[in-house]
C-alpha cells in the first residue's frame, strides 16, 4: 500500500486573510460565507489579479519556505470582488499544481476529486475546481470527512470485519461536473498563475 499527498499551506486561511484585508473581518461566519459565495460570481473574472498565498513558504510541488506572497496584476478597475476571486481561485491552481506532480507517477490516475472540509462548502470553488481539472468533484456531504478516514482505519485495525456502518459516509456526496469547454479557456489563466508564482520565487539581494 502507498499514498501520494501533497501539502498546501494557505487555502482556507489564505481566503480568510484576504476577506479581512478588504474589509469583510465584521462578518458573522454565516454572513462572510454568503459573501465568498456571491463575490466571486458577481464579476467575469478577476481582471488580470492573481494572489499566490506563500505567507509563510509554498508547500508541494514548489517546497520554498522562503517564497513570500504576491498579488500581481493591479489596476484601478480592481474592486473586493475581483480580490476574494483571486484569493478562490488560488486555491483550485495550487491543487492542479499538485495533481500535475502526482501525474508524474504512472500509478497515479484521476478520474474524480473527493473533497471535504470548509472552504468545500464554497459552491462557486468547487465548480470552478472541477472546470479546471476537467473532471468531476465530488464533495462529501459530511463536513469533516477526514476524521470518518481515521475512525475507518482505527475500526479496521480494532476489528478487522465488515466497516460498512462506516463506509456508508462515503457515499454521501454532491458532485460538480465540469464544464469541458470552460476547461480548455482556464488553462491559459492556469499558465498564467505559473507565472505569478515564478515571483514569489526571485527573493531580494537584501531586506528592505
Not at 459573501?35 to 494572489?51: H, I, R
Request: aromatic share 8%; hydrophobic share 45%.
Amino acid at each position: 500500500m502507498w499514498g501520494l499527498e501533497g501539502n498546501i499551506p494557505h487555502t482556507g486561511d489564505a481566503v480568510a486573510w484576504m476577506a479581512d484585508s478588504t474589509g469583510l473581518s465584521e462578518l458573522s461566519a454565516a454572513e462572510l460565507a454568503h459573501e465568498l459565495n456571491t463575490l466571486p460570481a458577481s464579476v467575469d473574472s478577476t481582471l488580470g489579479v492573481y494572489f499566490v498565498p506563500a505567507l509563510t513558504g509554498l508547500g508541494a510541488p514548489w517546497w520554498d519556505d522562503s517564497a513570500r506572497g504576491v498579488i500581481c496584476g493591479l489596476s484601478r478597475g480592481v474592486k473586493r470582488a475581483h480580490l476574494i476571486r483571486a484569493a478562490l481561485e488560488s486555491i483550485t491552481y495550487q491543487i492542479a499544481d499538485v495533481v500535475v506532480a502526482m501525474r508524474q507517477h504512472e500509478e497515479f490516475t484521476l478520474t474524480a476529486l473527493m473533497v471535504d472540509g470548509g472552504p468545500t462548502n464554497n459552491d462557486w470553488l468547487m465548480q470552478y475546481q472541477a472546470d479546471l481539472l476537467g473532471c468531476p468533484v465530488m464533495r462529501s456531504d459530511v463536513p469533516e470527512l477526514s476524521a470518518i478516514g481515521a475512525a475507518l482505519l482505527a475500526r479496521k485495525a480494532l476489528h478487522p470485519g465488515s466497516t460498512a456502518d462506516l463506509q456508508a459516509f462515503l457515499t454521501e456526496h454532491s458532485t460538480f461536473q465540469p464544464d469541458m469547454a470552460r476547461h480548455q479557456r482556464l488553462q491559459t489563466r492556469w499558465q498564467e498563475w505559473r507565472h505569478a508564482v515564478d515571483r514569489t520565487l526571485w527573493k531580494p539581494d537584501s531586506p528592505a
